[in-house]
Each structure stands twice: as structure tokens, then as C-alpha cells.
């Protein structure tokens, strides 16, 4: 009994996956919100700058008695010292200002950042610009950016939250996918497991949404079911070979056993001879026909089909069967498609099929009966339809019918090896094509039907791949 442990998770391609798309996404959410905010704090310190720039333009256009005058005013009004200015004397002593020393700079009318103590004690971050004047005074604006670096700081809060949680969820996800997917492995090992242990009938579960994994059950249960019908034929064979062969064989060896037994002539020597050659041609003969049917069932006939039209077969087939319903009284009629009935397939086996069916029609039938044979051609399908006036085939027995060596009740004393339509039905699996009976009341009609135009219209070429069918 398998169970899922949280160790094997991780092995699982849904997990990894998981954490691939998972990475790929952290990486995106991280470049877009660094690119955000880049561009946000950007935005608002060009802002800042600008002003700055504007005022230092205010500033040196006044005269000198009305700029010192002025920036006393300004910093009475800014008592929170938003926006502080400042005048120093060519020996960088204050003149008029909240900012009482000149912080350090590099150049001047470029913008700087620090820290200043402000009125009523506070330390606030503010952004200055230092302008040189003409009378040599140097001017100072600024202007505080507290509201800034806290909206930062705000951006990176949510950009570190906004990331543990997007790990948080894409880790969980990756789990509850992981652990699915290793479930449904589990589930397909345990119908394998089954499977192997001799439940030939198990399949492979499938959800019915066509994935990946659906797709590979799909193909898979595709095989089980040819091996199970494979399997069962053996079988079926076995148990049809034992029960049929054994007749033949037992008149071989009491005909031989006879002949050795007692004091026969020469003419008597050879009828048991003849007789034991003609039980055993008859042995070769079905064995032949058992490797004739393997020989189409593994595909070994594909290299030779090419276009066919079963009104040429049907009609060749109905030529060679004419003396023999000729000599028994039967009509062997005819009935061709208007339309012309082209598939593609091999000409050998397809002739061979039709004539098994005939061969079966006027075995089976009754002397001066009526045999016709229609070729039948639509938009989609084409096929070769028998209708005999014999005994029929019993509901219950036209599946059985299309096994090896199975002969009901009623025809095995009818001349034959029971693999007549075994071999039809063998062509027809080789070439994707149905085989139905029915009832023709009376009678027996036999349609064996396939797609028109392309021998692979029924099946998918990437399935026929992983199959090996070739």
C-alpha cells in the first residue's frame, strides 16, 4: 500500500515546476517593484529639486538688503522648518537663517541631503542646494524630505511583505501540487501494481482532461486493452486447438496404428498413407493460416499499402468464387458503388478478406441460394458488405465468431478450420476498419467498413508513436 510522505514531494516534476515558476515570478514581482520604485522616488526628489532650483532663481534675483531681509521673515513663518533658508557671509557666517552652519557640499547648485537639527529639537532628513551670489554671499535653501524617506521606507516594507508572502503562497502551492501529483502517481503505480499481479482487466485511472499524464494513461490503457485481447485469444487458441486439432490428430494416429496393425496390400498401404497425408496437410494447412493471422496482427503487412478500390476487389473476388456457386446453384451477385471506394490498405489481404467472407457465404448457405455482395462508398467510409440466405449467426456467438479455431455447434461438421473470419478480423484491425454482424433474415450479412482516403484518419500519429505501430 503506498502512502504520499512529505520527502518525496520535492522529487515530483509538479513541485519543481512549482518552484521554477515560482522563482521566475519572484524575479518579475522583484524587478517590477524595484523599477517602481526607483521611478516613484525619483519622481518625487526631481520634484524637490526642481523647487529648490526655483527658489535659488527667486532668491538671486532680489537685492541684497531685501533677500536677507526676507529670508528673517521666512524663517520666523517656517516654524517647523519645512522649508529653511539661509544667508552666509563670504567667511560662511550666518547672516540671517534657521540653518546656522553651512553643512558640507561638494559643488555648488547641486542637491544634497542631511540630517538637521531643527527647531524644538527634531532631527529631520532635508534635501539643500548651495548658490554662490555675486556680492560673494553664499545662499542656502532647503527643503525637508521626512514625508519622502518615510513613503521609501513604506515602499520597501511592502516590497519585503509583499515578497514573504508571494513565498509563502508559491512554497504552499508548490506542496498541494506536489502532493497531488504524487497521489496520482501513487494511484497509477497501484493500478500497475495490480496489473502485474495478473488483473489483465485494470486500466489506469484517468481524469478526462486530457493532460499530459491522461494522455500517457490513455496510451497505456490503449495497450492493456490489446494485450487483453491479445491474452485472450491465446487462451482461446489454446483451449480451440486442444478441443479442435484433437479430432484430426486422433484419425491421424489410428489410421497409422491400423496400418501397422494389420496385414494390408499394397493399394490399402497407400490409401492409409494418403489419408494420413491429407490429415496432416490438413494440420499444416491451419498452422499456415495461425502464422498467416500473427503475421498481420504485429503490422508486418503496412510496408505495402497504398490506395485500393474495393470495387476492383469485390470484383475479383466475386469472379473467383462464380464456378464454385455455379456448381451448387447459388447467384453471386454483384452490387457496385457508384461512388468510387478507395482506402488505404494492402490489395493482397483485402482480396483474401473479401474471399474469406465469400468462402464463408457459400459454405454455409443452401444449394440454389442467393449470395450478394455490395461495395458501399460514402463521404467517410467505404467497405465490402456479404448478405448469404444460410442458418445466420446467433447473437450470442458473433463476437466468439472472430476467434481462432472457434466453429459453433452447428458447423463443425462443415468442412473447414474456424479461421476464416479470424483472419478477416485480423485485416480489419491492421487496417483500422470494423467488422459487424447482422442479421439478414434471413441469413447472415457481414459488413467489413473503413474510413475513406487516409489510413490514419482513425487514430492519432503521436498515440501510433508511443504504441510502436509502424
Known amino acids: 500500500m503506498f502512502s504520499v510522505h512529505l520527502s518525496e514531494i520535492p ?49 538671486s534675483r532680489q537685492a541684497p538688503v531685501l533677500r536677507q531681509q526676507e ?18 557671509d563670504a567667511n560662511d557666517q550666518p547672516l540671517a537663517g534657521a540653518i546656522q552652519t553651512l553643512p558640507a557640499f561638494k559643488k555648488y547648485d547641486k542637491p544634497y541631503e542631511f540630517d538637521w537639527r531643527a527647531p524644538h529639537d527634531r532631527n529631520r532628513p532635508v534635501r539643500f542646494m548651495v548658490h554662490r551670489l555675486e556680492n560673494g554671499q553664499t545662499l542656502l535653501v532647503a527643503q525637508d524630505i521626512h514625508d519622502i524617506r518615510e513613503f521609501d521606507e513604506l515602499l ?18 508548490a506542496i498541494a501540487l506536489g502532493y497531488s501529483a504524487r497521489r496520482r502517481l501513487e494511484a497509477l503505480g497501484r493500478s500497475i501494481e495490480r496489473i502485474i499481479e495478473g488483473d489483465l482487466s485494470g486500466r489506469l485511472p484517468t481524469r478526462g482532461n486530457r493532460d499530459d499524464i491522461d494522455r500517457i494513461a490513455s496510451v ?18 489454446c483451449d480451440d486447438i486442444a478441443h479442435d ?26 490409401a492409409a498413407i494418403d489419408a494420413a497425408i491429407e490429415e496432416a496437410m490438413g494440420l499444416l494447412q491451419t498452422f499456415r ?72 457465404a457459400i459454405k454455409f448457405s443452401p444449394d440454389d441460394s442467393h449470395i450478394q455482395v455490395t461495395v458501399i462508398a460514402d463521404a467517410t467510409h467505404s467497405g465490402i458488405r456479404v448478405k448469404d440466405q444460410g442458418p445466420g449467426i446467433p447473437e450470442a456467438e458473433r463476437e466468439a465468431v472472430f476467434r481462432r479455431l472457434y466453429r459453433s455447434e452447428s458447423s463443425r461438421h462443415t468442412a473447414g478450420n474456424g479461421l ?21 433474415q434471413p441469413g447472415c450479412q457481414i459488413d467489413l467498413m473503413g474510413k475513406s482516403g487516409n489510413r490514419w484518419e482513425g487514430r492519432d500519429p503521436a498515440v501510433e508513436a508511443e504504441l510502436g505501430i509502424r
Not at 529670508?71 to 552666509?88: C, K, T, V
Not at 473470419?421 to 467488422?435: E, W
Request: glycine fraction near 6%; aromatic fraction near 6%.
Open 245 to 270: 486439432l484433437r479430432t484430426p490428430l486422433t484419425r491421424l494416429i489410428a489410421g497409422l496404428e491400423r496400418a501397422q496393425r494389420r496385414n494390408l496390400s499394397k493399394e490399402e498401404y497407400a
Open 71 to 88: 529670508i528673517r521673515q521666512h524663517a520666523e513663518q517656517d516654524i517647523e522648518g519645512h522649508a529653511p533658508h539661509a544667508l552666509f
Open 156 to 173: 520597501v516594507q511592502a516590497l519585503i511583505s509583499g515578497g514573504a508572502l508571494l513565498l509563502v503562497v508559491g512554497l504552499l502551492g
Open 11 to 59: 522529487r515530483t516534476i509538479s513541485f519543481r515546476t512549482a518552484l521554477m515558476f515560482l522563482a521566475l515570478f519572484g524575479c518579475s514581482f522583484l524587478g517590477l517593484f524595484g523599477y517602481i520604485y526607483w521611478q516613484t522616488a525619483g519622481y518625487l526628489k526631481s520634484e524637490v529639486d526642481t523647487a529648490l532650483y526655483r527658489q535659488i532663481d527667486t532668491r
Open 220 to 237: 497505456v490503457n490503449g495497450m492493456l486493452d490489446e494485450l487483453e485481447r491479445l491474452m485472450s485469444e491465446v487462451k482461446g487458441v
Open 420 to 440: 476464416g473470419l479470424s483472419m478477416v478480423s485480423a485485416v480489419a484491425r491492421l487496417h483500422d476498419m470494423t467488422l459487424q454482424v447482422q442479421d439478414a
Open 289 to 360: 493460416a495461425l502464422l498467416r493471422i500473427s503475421e498481420i496482427e504485429v503490422s508486418a503487412r503496412r510496408s505495402n499499402f497504398a490506395q485500393v478500390d474495393l470495387n476492383q476487389i469485390a470484383a475479383d473476388a466475386t469472379e473467383l468464387f462464380e464456378p464454385l456457386a455455379e456448381e451448387r446453384g447459388m447467384t453471386l451477385e454483384l452490387v457496385p458503388s457508384a461512388k468510387p471506394a478507395n482506402l488505404s490498405g494492402d490489395p493482397q489481404l483485402l482480396f483474401d478478406a473479401a474471399c474469406n467472407l465469400l468462402d464463408n
